[in-house]
């Protein structure tokens, strides 16, 4: 069955549950049949260690600083930059003091994603909404 048949095809950010990716580290994933897109959101110091997954990774950083390593390859971001990871290639992420959100797809589908446990609502950091 396809993912999309038991939900609508429009969703915003705040209503989707977020997922806790790693500590310190939550995303709120769309899934296709092929790929997924998340926004993710980086609490301030937080690290993603090095690791390697099947999937191609494009992303954007959004808000923030990051230092992105790939493979050798290491560059401290700043909003406006965006990578792209090929499948099987390690890759760490350590986030700068003020935090970060970033948006990546994934292809194919993080299908490991979705059996992760949903965490309570609550608002996204992006984007900030003003009244």
Do not use: Y
Request: aromatic residues 6%; proline residues 9%; negative net charge.
């Amino acid at each position: 069955m396809s993912p999309l048949a038991d939900r609508s095809v429009f969703a915003s950010l705040g209503e989707m549950r977020p997922l806790p990716i790693w500590d310190g580290v939550i995303g709120r994933a769309r899934h296709g049949n092929e790929l997924t897109l998340a926004v993710v959101e980086l609490d301030a110091g937080s690290v993603i260690p090095e690791h390697s997954h099947v999937h191609e990774q494009v992303g954007l950083l959004l808000e923030g600083a990051v230092s992105f390593r790939v493979g050798r390859d290491e560059r401290h971001l700043a909003p406006g930059a965006t990578w792209c990871i090929p499948s099987g290639v390690p890759h760490e992420v350590r986030v700068g003091p003020g935090g970060a959100v970033v948006v990546e797809a994934f292809a194919p589908a993080r299908d490991d994603w979705r059996n992760l446990d949903e965490m309570a609502p609550i608002a996204p950091r992006w984007p900030r909404l003003t009244k």
